[in-house]
C-alpha cells in the first residue's frame, strides 16, 4: 500500500540540475535514510515526493499509483520538517489537530486520537502551551504528533534532528525508530549526519551531486563502499584513501607493495579503526598528532606525502612527531579505481 | 561623593536639554495652553479673555457644524480604513508570490504613498471635474449624464473617500509586505500537506500571525483619518455645506478663518480625547487577540 517508487527521477531549475535521473524504492515498512552531504539533492527528492516540489522528469509511484502531479494532499503522507513548522500562535493541541479540522473529522475522534498521540510522543501535560514555551525537544515532539495523528501510512522526515544538541539528539533517534516500528510506518529520513544514517536506517540511499552512489543495508554501505565518495562519507573518522604508485606487480604506497592484479591508477582504503599499531612489518608513518576521543585516540599520522588517520585504543599522547609502523588485515582493504572512483574487487592485497 | 553625584546630574540635564526645549516648546506647552484656552472665553479688543469654565463645550454640543463634522469623520474612517487595509493584505498576498515583473508591481501600489497629498488631490481633482474629467468622460460613453462629482453633497465624502484609499492601501501593503515576508515558508507547506485551501491557511494563519501588522496599521490608520486634511484645501475647502469637512478641517477654519482660537482649542482637546480614548480601546481589546512571535 505504501512502497514509493521513484523512477528516472529529475529535478531541474533552468539549466542548473538539482536531482539528475534518481530511482530507488522503498518498501513498505522500510526505514529508509536520504543521506548525503548538503547540497546533494536529498531534500529536494523528498518534497518531490511530498509533492512541495514539480518533478521535471520521471515518475513517482506510491503504493503502485502514479503520483508524479498529484496534489501534495491526495497523497497520504505526513512530514516532519527540519524547523518543525509548527503554527506559532496556535497551542499544542490546536497544532497536532490542525490537519483533522482542515478534514472535519468529528470532534469525538479528534479527541480520541488527540489522546492517543500526546500519549505516544509524550505530550499530554503541554497541550495548551504555545510552542514558544517549549523546548526544542518538545517541540519536536509536537511536529512528530501532527504527523503521526494523521495515522497515515507514509511519513517523510527533513532533518528532525538537526536543531536538537546531542544528547537529545540520541534520545530521539531511539524513539522515532521505535516508533516507526510501533507503527508500522513507511519512513523516508533526510539527514546528512552518516551516524544518524547508520543507526536508524533499514536503508540507506547515499546521495551526491543529484545522483545515488550507493544503496543499501547500513552495513553494507559500511562494509562494502561502492565508490571512494561512500567509502569516505560513511564512518568517522572517514576511510583513509591513500594513492598509491603502480609498479610492476601491482601498486605501492611509499615504496611498498600493497597490491597485485591493479590495472591502471588506483586508490588504496583501509579505515583508521583496522588499522593498528606494530613492531615489525607493515609499512612507517610518521605521527603528527593525537585526537583524544575516551575510549580511543585518532591519531593523525603521514605516509610519504599523504595524510591517514589512524585508530587506537587509550590514550596516546604525541608531544612532537615520531616514527611508527602500522598494519592491517588484508580482508579490510578496499579498492577503488582513480579515475571513476568506482569499487574494484579484482584486485589482491598483499599481507604486509 | 554628593558633590559627584550632583555634579553628573547636571551633566546629565545638560545633555538632556536641547530635546527638551524642544519638546516642551512645541508639544508639551502648546498641548498644555490649547487645554487651558479651551476654558476661556476669545479675548476682543472690547472684551478680555476670561474663564468661562465649561461653557466652550457647551456651546459645541450645540453646534450643528461640530456634529455634521464628527459624522462625517466617523463615515470617513468607516469607508477608509476597513478597505484599505483589506486591499493593503489583498496587494501584499499577491505582491508576496511568484510574479513576473514583480518589483514593478510593488512599486506602482507603492506610488501614490510617495505622491504629496496635494498632487494627490490636484490628479483626482481632473478626474472629478464635471464633463471634462475622466469620471464624466467614461461615464460618457455609456450615455450617462455628466455629473459634478465634488459638487454634489451626496457623492463628495465617497470621493473624499476614494481617493483617501488609493492613496492608504500601498503604504499598508509595504507594511504588510514585510509581514509576510517573515513568515516561514514552511508554514505553507504544512498547511498544504494538510490539504489545508488557499482560504483556510489565510484564515487560520496568515491572518493571525499578520495580527500585529494589523494593529499597528489600524492605529495609524485612525490617526491619519482623524489628521489628514491636506487634500480638502485642493478639492473643496470642506464644501458643499460642509459636506465633506472634518474635523481637523473644522478646527482650522474656527482658529484661522473666524479666529476663534478659544473655540478652536476645546474642539481640540475633543479631538485629542476621541483619539486617546479609540487608541487606548484598540490595545485594550485587540492586544489579547494579537500573537507577537
Known amino acids: ?352 | 561623593m554628593s558633590r559627584r553625584i550632583s555634579q553628573s546630574y547636571i551633566y546629565g540635564w545638560l545633555l538632556l536639554m536641547p530635546a527638551a526645549i524642544f519638546l516642551i516648546a512645541f508639544t508639551y506647552y502648546p498641548a498644555v495652553a490649547t487645554l487651558a484656552k479651551s476654558f476661556f472665553s476669545q479675548g476682543t479688543a472690547l472684551k478680555p479673555s476670561e474663564f468661562v469654565g465649561f461653557e466652550n463645550f457647551a456651546y459645541m454640543l450645540d453646534d450643528d457644524v461640530f456634529w455634521k463634522v464628527a459624522w462625517n469623520n466617523i463615515m470617513y474612517a468607516v469607508g477608509t480604513i476597513p478597505i484599505s487595509i483589506a486591499l493593503a493584505i489583498l496587494m501584499a498576498v499577491w505582491v508576496n508570490g511568484k510574479l513576473p515583473l514583480r518589483s514593478i508591481t510593488r512599486m506602482a501600489y507603492f506610488t501614490p504613498t510617495i505622491l504629496p497629498m496635494i498632487a494627490v488631490a490636484n490628479i483626482w481633482l481632473f478626474f472629478y471635474t464635471p464633463d471634462i474629467g475622466l469620471l464624466d468622460q467614461v461615464s460618457a460613453v455609456f450615455g450617462l449624464p455628466s455629473h459634478n462629482w465634488l459638487g454634489d453633497p451626496d457623492t463628495v465624502l465617497g470621493c473624499i473617500i476614494a481617493i483617501t484609499i488609493w492613496k492608504e492601501a500601498g503604504f499598508f501593503m509595504i507594511f504588510y509586505l514585510a509581514a509576510l515576508q517573515t513568515l516561514p515558508p514552511e508554514l505553507e507547506e504544512a498547511a498544504r500537506l494538510e490539504g489545508a485551501s488557499r482560504w483556510y491557511y489565510f484564515r487560520r494563519v496568515m491572518f493571525p500571525l499578520l495580527m500585529p501588522t494589523t494593529l499597528f496599521v489600524l492605529i495609524n490608520a485612525v490617526i491619519n483619518s482623524f489628521k489628514l486634511v491636506d487634500h480638502l484645501f485642493i478639492l473643496t475647502k470642506g464644501g458643499p455645506d460642509n459636506a465633506s469637512s472634518l474635523l481637523l478641517y473644522y478646527i482650522y477654519e474656527v482658529a484661522f478663518s473666524f479666529l476663534d482660537q478659544a473655540y478652536a482649542s476645546t474642539l481640540t482637546v475633543v479631538l485629542l480625547l476621541m483619539l486617546a480614548l479609540i487608541a487606548v480601546g484598540q490595545f485594550y481589546f485587540l492586544d489579547k487577540r494579537v500573537h507577537y512571535r
Open chain 1, 1 to 352: 500500500m505504501s512502497t514509493i517508487e521513484l523512477s528516472g527521477i529529475t529535478k531541474r531549475w533552468g539549466e542548473a540540475i538539482g536531482v539528475d535521473n534518481v530511482s530507488f524504492r522503498v518498501d513498505e515498512g522500510t526505514f529508509a535514510i536520504l543521506l548525503g552531504p548538503s547540497g546533494c539533492g536529498k531534500s529536494t527528492t523528498l518534497r518531490m515526493i511530498a509533492g512541495l516540489e514539480d518533478v521535471s522528469e520521471g515518475v513517482l509511484s506510491i503504493g503502485g499509483n502514479d503520483m508524479t502531479s498529484t496534489p501534495a494532499a491526495d497523497r497520504k503522507l505526513s512530514m516532519v520538517f527540519q524547523s518543525y513548522a509548527l503554527f506559532p500562535h496556535l497551542n499544542v493541541e490546536e497544532n497536532i489537530l490542525f490537519g483533522l479540522k482542515v478534514r472535519k473529522t468529528p470532534p469525538a475522534e479528534m479527541a480520541t486520537r488527540l489522546a492517543k498521540v500526546a500519549e505516544i510522543v509524550g505530550l499530554s501535560g503541554l497541550l495548551d502551551r504555545k510552542p514558544s514555551q517549549l523546548s526544542g525537544g518538545q517541540r519536536q515532539r509536537v511536529a512528530l504528533a501532527r504527523a503521526i495523528i494523521a495515522e497515515n501510512p507514509i511519513c517523510l522526515m527533513d532533518e528532525p534532528l538537526s536543531n536538537l544538541d546531542a544528547k537529545l539528539r540520541q534520545e530521539m533517534r531511539i524513539e522515532i525508530r521505535a516508533l516507526q516500528q510501533r507503527l508500522g510506518m513507511t519512513v523516508i529520513y533526510v539527514t546528512h549526519d552518516q551516524a544518524e544514517a547508520m543507526s536508524m536506517g533499514d536503508k540507506v540511499i547515499l546521495l551526491n551531486d543529484g545522483k545515488i552512489e550507493q544503496e543499501g543495508a547500513p552495513d553494507v554501505l559500511y562494509d562494502r563502499p561502492a565508490t571512494a565518495f561512500a567509502a569516505s562519507f560513511i564512518g568517522t573518522p572517514p576511510m583513509n584513501l591513500l594513492k598509491t604508485v603502480a609498479v610492476d606487480s601491482g601498486a605501492a604506497i611509499d615504496g611498498t607493495t600493497v597490491l597485485e592484479g591493479t590495472n591502471g591508477a588506483c586508490l588504496f582504503g583501509i579505515r583508521p579503526e583496522h588499522m593498528e599499531f606494530t613492531d615489525a612489518g607493515g609499512i612507517e608513518v610518521e605521527l603528527v598528532s593525537a585526537d583524544y576521543l575516551g575510549s580511543e585516540t585518532i591519531v593523525a599520522a603521514r605516509v610519504g606525502d599523504q595524510s591517514i588517520l589512524v585508530q587506537t585504543p587509550g590514550h596516546v599522547r604525541i608531544p612532537e612527531p615520531v616514527k611508527a609502523r602500522v598494519t592491517w588485515d588484508t580482508k579490510n582493504v578496499h579498492v577503488f579505481d582513480a579515475g571513476s572512483g568506482r569499487r574494484d574487487d579484482n584486485v589482491r592485497a598483499l599481507p604486509i
